[in-house]
């Protein structure tokens, strides 16, 4: 299996921290960055939603792949940012494409992306056929622009990849897990089945994003170096082997401690989070294409992604970079 094409999408609204303070937030570019690393982020015009962002990765992911919207097999997108609560955004990207393959979202939250990989993964090896696989999020339409615990970290964006079955790759092996029991550690409490959406629920403002930020961080730390262990154990590797590491670019605080703890130093870390805040099932594929157009991938490299996100939801997987297929891997 091979990543034969990568494409990333980030709308032109850069929003700085000093912007968010503008807004009367009692917050500041000092606090944001010195807690966080997130320098700026981009917010998605007021007209475009999810599955415009998805669409424009996709179509970068497909070019780069030297591959039209026919030869793919199935459309999956990660989001927990989906356009509509019904239907899925995937089969609106893939209509935007121009195709009617089979088309589904992933919801996985921020770890969405590891784990539409790994079903793109056996999708594509089962079909025998491509799979673009994407994660594409707008955050900040559920975000609270008044909660600055939460608004200041996020972004909007879309990163995406072509999944090819061939021989002269690697994609895997992958390690996923879940832990369901403490929901609400971050989550929109309120506008699904069990709570939905009422005048009390906007009126509470609790169909917004919440989290207990000192909680998701220590999970954040402690499953992504788990699952970084596990897949370099269950390939026989170890963190000397890998040549790039790209962690869910929640806060570089927290890749600092997973990098640290897997053992991996930061010339072998590849960050974006400064630039992009995080954008949730959108960063690692964001991340990989930042990488790629900073020319810190080489033919042959050993990648080793992992992520986090609400559920609690993690997962990680080692991919070989690999350059004979695909225009944007050389
Ligand atoms: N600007 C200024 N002050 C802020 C602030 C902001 N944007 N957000 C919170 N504060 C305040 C708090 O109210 C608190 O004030 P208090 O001491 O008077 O009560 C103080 O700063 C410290 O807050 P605390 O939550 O302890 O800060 P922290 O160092 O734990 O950092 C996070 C907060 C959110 C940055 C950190 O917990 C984190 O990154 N968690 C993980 C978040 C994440 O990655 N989520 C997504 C995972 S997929």
Same mark, same amino acid.
């Given at each position: 299996m091979t990543i034969a094409g990568l494409g990333a999408y980030l709308p032109e609204r850069v929003v700085?921290?000093?912007?968010?303070? $503008?807004?009367?937030l009692d917050t500041s570019d000092e606090w944001i960055r010195?807690?966080?690393?997130?320098?700026?982020?981009?917010y998605a015009a007021p007209e475009q939603a999810?599955? !415009?962002?998805?669409?424009?990765?996709?179509?970068? $992911?497909?070019? !780069?792949?030297?591959?039209?919207?026919?030869?793919?097999?199935?459309?999956?997108v990660a989001t927990t940012t989906p356009d509509h609560m019904v239907p899925g955004t995937a089969p609106l990207v893939a209509a935007a494409l121009g195709t009617e393959v089979g088309a589904f979202d992933v919801q996985a939250a921020c770890s969405g992306f590891v784990y539409a990989l790994r079903v793109g993964t056996a999708l594509a090896l089962a079909e025998d056929a491509p799979v673009l696989v994407i994660g594409a999020e707008t955050l900040s339409r559920i975000v609270d622009p008044r909660d600055r615990g939460?608004?200041?970290?996020?972004? @909007?964006?879309?990163?995406?990849?072509?999944?090819?079955? !061939?021989?002269?790759?690697r994609i895997g092996p992958f390690s996923?897990? $879940?832990?369901?029991?403490?929901?609400?550690?971050?989550?929109? $409490?309120?506008?699904?089945?069990?709570?939905?959406?009422?005048?009390q629920v906007v009126d509470d403002r609790s169909h917004f994003l919440t989290m207990r930020g000192g909680d998701v961080y220590r999970n954040a730390v402690s499953r992504m170096a788990a699952?970084?262990? @596990?897949?370099?154990?269950?390939?026989?590797?170890?963190?000397?082997?890998?040549?790039?590491?790209?962690?869910h670019q929640a806060n570089v605080r927290i890749l600092d401690a997973v990098a640290q703890r897997v053992g991996i130093e930061p010339a072998r870390c590849h960050v974006t989070v400064g630039q992009h805040g995080n954008t949730s099932a959108a960063s690692v594929p964001l991340a990989l294409a930042d990488a790629r157009d900073g020319g810190r991938l080489r033919p042959g490299d050993t990648v080793l992604l992992t992520a986090f996100g609400a559920g609690l939801t993690w997962g990680a997987c080692?991919?070989?970079w690999n350059p004979t297929t695909g225009g944007g891997n050389a």
């Amino acid at each position: 299996m091979t990543i034969a094409g990568l494409g990333a999408y980030l709308p032109e609204r850069v929003v700085t921290n000093d912007d968010l303070a $503008a807004t009367g937030l009692d917050t500041s570019d000092e606090w944001i960055r010195s807690r966080t690393g997130i320098v700026q982020r981009h917010y998605a015009a007021p007209e475009q939603a999810t599955s !415009d962002l998805a669409l424009e990765a996709g179509k970068a $992911a497909l070019a !780069d792949a030297g591959l039209g919207t026919d030869d793919v097999a199935a459309v999956i997108v990660a989001t927990t940012t989906p356009d509509h609560m019904v239907p899925g955004t995937a089969p609106l990207v893939a209509a935007a494409l121009g195709t009617e393959v089979g088309a589904f979202d992933v919801q996985a939250a921020c770890s969405g992306f590891v784990y539409a990989l790994r079903v793109g993964t056996a999708l594509a090896l089962a079909e025998d056929a491509p799979v673009l696989v994407i994660g594409a999020e707008t955050l900040s339409r559920i975000v609270d622009p008044r909660d600055r615990g939460v608004s200041i970290l996020f972004g @909007d964006g879309a990163g995406a990849v072509v999944v090819v079955p !061939d021989e002269t790759g690697r994609i895997g092996p992958f390690s996923l897990g $879940a832990d369901g029991r403490d929901p609400s550690m971050l989550w929109t $409490a309120t506008g699904g089945t069990r709570a939905p959406v009422s005048h009390q629920v906007v009126d509470d403002r609790s169909h917004f994003l919440t989290m207990r930020g000192g909680d998701v961080y220590r999970n954040a730390v402690s499953r992504m170096a788990a699952a970084s262990r @596990d897949v370099l154990e269950q390939a026989g590797l170890t963190i000397d082997d890998v040549d790039l590491f790209i962690g869910h670019q929640a806060n570089v605080r927290i890749l600092d401690a997973v990098a640290q703890r897997v053992g991996i130093e930061p010339a072998r870390c590849h960050v974006t989070v400064g630039q992009h805040g995080n954008t949730s099932a959108a960063s690692v594929p964001l991340a990989l294409a930042d990488a790629r157009d900073g020319g810190r991938l080489r033919p042959g490299d050993t990648v080793l992604l992992t992520a986090f996100g609400a559920g609690l939801t993690w997962g990680a997987c080692l991919l070989t970079w690999n350059p004979t297929t695909g225009g944007g891997n050389a």
